[in-house]
């Protein structure tokens, strides 16, 4: 499912190190905005970043993630998304949607990339986590409940923008985000394409020896829905390989410092093999909480 960001085709434009992704990113001294209530994030070009602001561009949202989603990627959409050309749940209406604009084109047309958050406490009061759906969070929730967890998910790029400068925004306002809500741990689901975990067999081994969570932050699948990771001995893996069979923005979490769970899940509505992502705010790398700070400084 296209719940953390991590949709492959679409991200084999990123680059294979994710600290080419933290280059070049200009984030205004003074908080441009784009009305007097919701400030932009971050700006590059005639690109832009914030939150939405209205549900009109909440469907704006809606209607992208179809055309990348649906169209591109052929998932299997019901009759209302059909009809109405929006890919829509019932989490839209309690997450926050982070989008990023095209200020040269016209307003409808103008958000060209968008990723969905749902902060703990408001999925608390509300349905839980969309990625419960899938994997098995209660545990980790209790062994955790002394920290403050995000879901990421749903993020989208339109073809012509699928670049490093979007990727940069994405980011910078995901930092933001997490930083405005002092958020301890981000989760969410990652995808490989296809449904044939055994051809997945190399990358899924590859994570489960070396990026496993450790005992406490594991996870499993829910509802008996789980397929094996550990396809192959550790012995057996060509490391070089295994890296390139990742998708690209899997490589670049697992590089922050993220873990996968213990199964993955496929999902045949996405036509995706799902894994489980944890990253605690503690395990990201230095350098990169050192960058995002001094931008959010400025």
């Not at 919701?38 to 992208?64: D, H």
């Not at 047309?109 to 009061?125: D, S």
């Not at 922050?256 to 996405?270: K, P, R, T, Y």
Request: proline share 4%; with cysteine.
């Amino acid at each position: 499912m296209p719940q953390s960001a991590i949709q492959p085709s679409l991200y084999r434009w990123m680059q294979d190190s994710s600290a080419a992704l933290l280059k070049n990113l200009r984030t205004p001294k003074r908080l441009a905005q784009s009305n007097s209530h919701v400030p932009v994030l971050g700006s590059l070009n005639s690109l832009e970043t914030r939150l939405a602001k209205t549900s009109n561009e909440i469907a704006l949202a809606q209607t992208l993630r179809y055309q990348v989603f649906f169209r591109e990627m052929a998932a299997k959409g019901n009759a209302l998304a059909q009809i109405t050309g929006r890919d829509k749940d019932r989490y839209d209406k309690i997450c926050d949607h982070l989008l990023v604009f095209d200020r040269s084109k016209h307003r409808s047309e103008n958000v060209i990339a968008t990723y969905r958050f749902l902060r703990q406490e408001i999925a608390e009061k509300n349905n839980g986590f969309y990625s419960a759906s899938e994997f098995n969070l209660k545990p980790l929730l209790k062994r955790h409940s002394q920290l403050n967890f995000l879901e990421l998910g749903r993020s989208c790029v339109l073809p012509a923008y699928r670049d490093k400068r979007t990727i940069e925004l994405l980011w910078q306002g995901a930092w933001s985000y997490i930083k405005r809500h002092r958020i301890e741990v981000m989760i969410g689901c990652a995808s490989f394409q296809g449904t044939d975990p055994e051809k997945l067999a190399l990358p899924l081994s590859y994570l489960f020896h070396t990026a496993r969570a450790p005992h406490g932050w594991r996870v499993g699948a829910a509802h008996q829905r789980g397929s094996e990771m550990n396809r192959m001995a550790k012995a057996e893996i060509d490391v070089k390989e295994a890296m390139q069979a990742l998708p690209p923005l899997i490589r670049a979490y697992i590089r922050l410092g993220a873990w996968v769970g213990d199964e993955a899940v496929v999902d045949h509505q996405f036509g995706t093999t799902d894994v489980f992502i944890i990253m605690p705010i503690a395990n990201i790398k230095q350098r990169y909480v050192d960058y995002y700070d001094a931008k959010l400084a400025n």
